[in-house]
């Protein structure tokens, strides 16, 4: 289970959708905070990113209208982020879970399977092989993940 939410803040982290703000005194004495830092350093991965989807060729026309509105909102690139949370979450999870115990499941039957849903087991991956992350906590706001955990 707390692989899910640790799967899930770092989603938020990356989409940059983390609502932790930082260490308040550093907040008070106008210092930048960690979060600050790592916001500003996912900024300038991204921009990297942005700039080879964007430039040359018919895919990247296509990229230049997807991600024009990212251009526009000073360069926070939360539409290019949501899309790379999208094609790695599967290689982000199977990270997290690589050092998991062998017999480490997840607690609800959220495979898909011939019969319908299976039980992550084995390092808490799905048994048909294709990858399949367990979890869709990381959709889940997380305001409400935190009011599932501490409530």
């Not at 799967?7 to 308040?24: P, Q």
């Not at 907040?27 to 964007?54: P, W």
Request: charged share 35%.
């Amino acid at each position: 289970f707390a692989l899910a939410r640790s799967f899930a803040d770092i989603g938020d982290i990356v989409r940059g959708r983390d609502l932790y703000l930082g260490n308040r005194k550093k907040k008070k004495n106008k210092t930048e905070t960690e979060r600050d830092q790592s916001e500003n350093k996912l900024k300038e991965i991204f921009a990297k990113i942005h700039s080879e989807v964007t430039k040359g060729g018919k895919k990247s026309a296509d990229a230049q209208k997807r991600y024009k509105k990212d251009e526009d909102d000073g360069g926070d690139f939360f539409q290019l982020r949501e899309d790379w949370w999208d094609a790695n979450r599967s290689t982000i999870w199977e990270a997290i879970t690589c050092d998991a115990p062998g017999d480490a499941s997840y607690f609800r039957p959220t495979c898909i399977d011939e019969q319908g849903g299976a039980q992550a087991k084995n390092k808490c991956r799905c048994p048909n092989g294709n990858n399949q992350v367990p979890t869709y906590f990381d959709y889940v706001p997380q305001f409400l993940r935190w009011f599932d955990e501490w409530a």
